[in-house]
Nanobody
Framework: QVELVESGGGLVQPGGALKLSCVVS????????MAWYRQTPGNQRELVAV???????NYGDFVKGRFTISRDTAKKTLYLQMDTLKPEDTAVYYC?????????WGQGTQVTVSS
């Protein structure tokens, strides 16, 4: 069983930054497909960023160069650096790992962008 524990969310003013962390249990940190999603009430989860084959990064169109996904295998942690945050980035953010043919999700961390 893989456990994912997110942290780093909070309240930030527009234009500010946050760095989300997702600690991954066991060997799943070596996954070739790790991602961050977000969800707002009444809407489906949408892809924010994905890290494929340890080096290929893709982002949702709305990111426009503001976010960076990365991984530290020694710390068993997946990160999402978010800069120049906007009110429309307010959501619950989830990390997702694909490992041994199964998909695992974290519990989510709330990000609120407001003045």
């Amino acid at each position: 069983q893989v456990e994912l524990v997110e942290s780093g969310g909070g309240l930030v003013q527009p234009g500010g930054a946050l760095k989300l962390s997702c600690v991954v249990s066991g060997s799943a940190i070596d996954s070739n497909n790790m991602a961050w999603y977000r969800q707002t009430p009444g809407n489906q989860r949408e892809l924010v960023a994905v890290l494929v084959n340890r080096r290929n990064r893709n982002y949702g169109d709305f990111v426009k160069g503001r976010f960076t996904i990365s991984r530290d295998t020694a710390k068993k942690t997946l990160y999402l650096q978010m800069d120049t945050l906007k009110p429309e980035d307010t959501a619950v953010y989830y990390c997702r790992v694909f490992w041994n043919w199964k998909t695992y999700w974290g519990q989510g961390t709330q990000v609120t962008v407001s003045s």
